[in-house]
């Protein structure tokens, strides 16, 4: 088990996702940023779906009580273990009470904690990630406690790895989205020839954009959205979808981000600039 | 009758979205049914393969695999143009109990003063008509019905509320739905659905499918207790007819 001791800012268990039920309405949900977690979970010799916890802005303080080998990956977020300054994408021998917490987030958003085999909390639908009201609860909370399995005798092929670090990557690149066509010459002028400023309103289920665009009358039956859909509203607003975004949608989606692109913004937080890059 | 046109786009690199003419027509959603079932049956049948229906489209998603665009797009419309109408596929009417209780139906009297009807005509037209299934999203199990009646048709709400309850049955412009769990909301509310539409615990969450259709019946509050009772121990059913039977 892992204990959670302080829950910090928004710390989740996730997966690669929960698939099978888009057509019910049920978001995807899983890891916002997959590269860093398939680094973490491939330098554990983990299942690529292996769960991890998201630990995003602000960092937790967490208590081992099982022997086990963790690494860390994504935000720089100034993790110590037993007080000791910990680096990132580097597998650490756990003893039972070892205390691993975080402390000034230095870079990017999201960190990422994998642990020898996963955690191994409750599959719901075919997933561990958490997302309200498929899962009871939405998030982490002081006192919970995370199930793994204890594990000694792992002896990692690769006990460290560098990485080229995208957390100062702004440029997200996209591919046209089903209502691209709709668009007019001011509004592709105005979506590729300027960078964007993050809003304070993001989270796993979307990220806005600052600036608006200009507006619009286009008008669409609701249709399929995915993560990573940029969507326009009349108002001229850009909506990201990310991993808890809905399933469906009646804004006109002009934008779709690359796989690499999600990863990029995951990593962005209210404030930062991105920019938009066709591909 | 010639199965309608259909336009075929890529959407990110691991899905495609198969358009038919931008319209809200029964005709068009039982073809796009129907070639759901072809695809799931006869094209794409490895796991890994998701399909939404929704209107006028249909988005086909591989999270594992970047799809040739080219090649697919052939493949569907080579799919699409064998599809036969005389082919139906599966789909439910089912009977959903509403109990319009004052308790419920917050916005009961408003709706009824706003469209100058009493509360028993309101509750007859809601009752008196079969809804289609056009989508399912925007909350797990959150239905988009279509075929509400003219007559009932009313504004949402100015303001929307923070929290409308779980199971509340609602109306809004040329739409009708039901709250599948707790969430803010600018619907009208006119009552509460005792079955549960959506329930993570199940294998299947959600027993309607885009396509379906449903129909409302009133029940008194003493039969709204009892069915909560029965669907809290699991032992409620919904009433389901099968369609194209």
Not at chain 1, 30 to 43: A, I, R, W, Y
Not at chain 1, 214 to 240: D, R
Not at chain 2, 201 to 217: A, L, R
Request: hydrophobic share 40%; net charge neutral.
């Amino acid at each position: 088990m892992l204990k959670v001791l302080k829950a910090g800012f928004y710390t989740t268990v996730q997966d690669s996702g929960r698939f099978h039920f888009r057509n019910k309405g049920v978001p995807v949900s899983g890891v916002m940023d997959e590269m860093t977690v398939f680094k973490v979970n491939s330098l554990l010799e983990n299942e690529v779906s292996a769960a991890v916890l998201e630990i995003t802005m602000t960092g937790p303080t967490l208590m081992f009580e099982e022997e086990t080998y963790m690494a860390l990956g994504g935000a720089e977020m100034s993790a110590t273990l037993n007080n000791l300054p910990i680096q990132n994408y580097k597998v650490y021998q756990i003893e039972v009470g070892d205390i691993l917490s975080f402390g000034r987030l230095d870079k990017g958003f999201r960190s990422y904690l994998g642990v020898r085999g996963g955690f191994t909390s409750k599959e719901i639908l075919g997933s561990r990630s958490f997302y309200k009201p498929i899962t009871k609860v939405n998030r982490l909370c002081d006192n919970d406690v995370v199930p793994f399995i204890y594990n000694k005798l792992f002896q990692p092929k690769i006990s460290e790895i560098k990485v080229d670090s995208f957390l100062d990557d702004y440029k997200l690149e996209v591919s046209k989205g089903p209502e691209f066509y709709l668009l007019t010459d001011r509004h592709l002028e105005e979506i590729f020839s300027k960078s964007f400023t993050v809003a304070h309103e993001n989270n796993r289920m979307a990220y806005q954009i600052k600036e608006t665009i200009s507006s619009h009358e286009m008008s669409m039956l609701t249709s399929a959205t995915l993560p990573g859909t940029v969507q326009l509203t009349p108002a001229g607003k850009l909506i990201v979808l990310m991993k808890d975004g809905q399933t469906t949608g009646g804004y006109p989606r002009i934008l779709q981000l690359s796989d690499k692109a999600i990863c990029i913004l995951a990593q962005k937080r209210g404030g930062d600039r991105v920019s938009f890059k066709l591909v | 009758m010639n199965s309608p046109a259909i336009n075929i786009k890529p959407f990110g690199v691991h899905s495609v979205l198969i358009e038919w003419p931008h319209e809200v027509s029964e005709h068009i959603l039982e073809t796009i049914i129907g070639f759901q079932t072809y695809i799931r049956l006869n094209m794409f049948t490895e796991k890994d393969w998701e399909m939404v229906p929704s209107y006028n489209s249909l988005l086909l998603v591989n999270r594992k695999m970047t799809i040739d665009f080219e090649k697919i797009s052939k493949d569907i419309n080579v799919g699409y143009s064998k599809l036969k109408e005389s082919e139906k596929p599966e789909r439910y009417l089912w009977r959903l109990p509403v109990s319009y209780d004052l308790e419920f139906g917050l916005d009961l009297d408003e709706v009824a003063k706003k469209l100058n009807k009493s509360i028993p005509e309101i509750i007859a037209m809601h009752t008196g008509t079969t809804y289609t299934v056009y989508g399912i999203g925007f909350l797990p199990g959150f239905m988009y019905l279509g075929g509400l009646l003219k007559d009932l048709e009313v504004p949402r709400k100015a303001t929307p509320r923070l929290k409308v309850v779980k199971g509340a049955v609602g109306i809004a412009g040329k739409q009708a739905g039901i709250y599948p769990q707790e969430s803010p909301g600018g619907w009208n509310i006119i009552g509460n659905c005792s079955v549960p539409i959506f329930d993570a615990s199940k294998e299947n969450p959600c027993f309607v499918n885009v396509g379906d259709k449903i129909e409302f019946y009133q029940i008194s509050r003493a039969e709204y207790d009892l069915h909560k009772i029965e669907a809290e121990v699991g032992i409620y059913k919904p009433e389901k007819i099968k369609l194209n039977a």
